[in-house]
């Protein structure tokens, strides 16, 4: 037995265990996602099944390896996977109390985006869902209920298509997180197929595409994935997604300094969402050490955004959680 349970549904439980009795893998799952317990503490269980799991089956097959707390209350961990791999995750707070999980999908990553610590880090290897579903457990573990889910962290979700699915499965499950899909997000760089896939198949999860530009020339250069997928690919990507879910999509610009900033900018990014519903997600660049860009001004931010709001074009500032821990958005690393 190497991987644990928690990316196992009821069904496969009782199957994997070899349990006669169907109810028996329901009971375990419940056990793992809604009360949170070991094995020993499932006392619903015949007492020699209970025995037989906690010899034979690894409760996690991931570590907690560090634990970061930044002062704004925002929380990394850094969690060591079985072959050795390490991946980060974080739990933001806010204001409201609300808590919401930023999970990674792959240990590393192999869009090679320019301003992007994970990029720069390359590419090991995908995750398994085990190993994404882990990553939540080990965010819970005494800090209550987690409302949100924000693939956001290591990775690109969309090229990990069947371990997420498979991780949404269970985190939407009625008798696991029970998580509905409008609460959680998967943060593309923009892979038009994997967004047609959600878009025919599901989950109905929101997405949140990483345009960063609408200028074509400027996004190739600061994301090698633009090659693959053009803006207008993805463009029609997004329109179909649109008319198939009906949900309003996400736009997340990463704010570089002198980069994608000005006036001009703004326009092109009026151009590319017309005839989309959007909500556009600013984010003002995270530093990271080796990486030749520079923070825009507070002064930059909010001109920024007050352009995007006279153009018509809803916008929100993404909160600068995390920062003083590596743990804001594009600072996640050490594979
Ligand atoms: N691979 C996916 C999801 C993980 S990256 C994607 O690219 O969407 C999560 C978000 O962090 C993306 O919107 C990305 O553009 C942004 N990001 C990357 N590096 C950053 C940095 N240094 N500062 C701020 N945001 C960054
Ligand atoms: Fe990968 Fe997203 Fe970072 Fe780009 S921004 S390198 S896609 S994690």
Redesign the pocket.
Known sequence: MHASLYASLPEEIASRLGLEKAYRGRQIFEGLHKRGQDFASMTELPAALREKLTAEVPLFTSSLSDTLRDEDGTIKLRIRLADGASVECVLLEADTGRKTACLSTQAG?A?G?A????GALGFRRNLEASEILEQFYHLARGRGTINNIV???M???LENLEALRKSLAVFTHPLGPALSPRRMTV???GSAPGIISLADEGPAVGI?V?L?SADEEKRKALMPAARRWGLAELKEALLYHQEKTGKRLTL?I?LLKGINDGADDILRLREYARGLDVIVNI?P??P?EGLDFQEPSEAAVQLYYSRLERSGIPAVRRYRRGRKIGG????LGEV
């Open positions: 990553c869009m985006c301003f992007c610590k994970t693939f956001m962290g990775g690109e979700p943060s593309t760089c949140a990483s960063v997340e990463v984010i660049w995270n990271v804001a958005c594009g600072q």
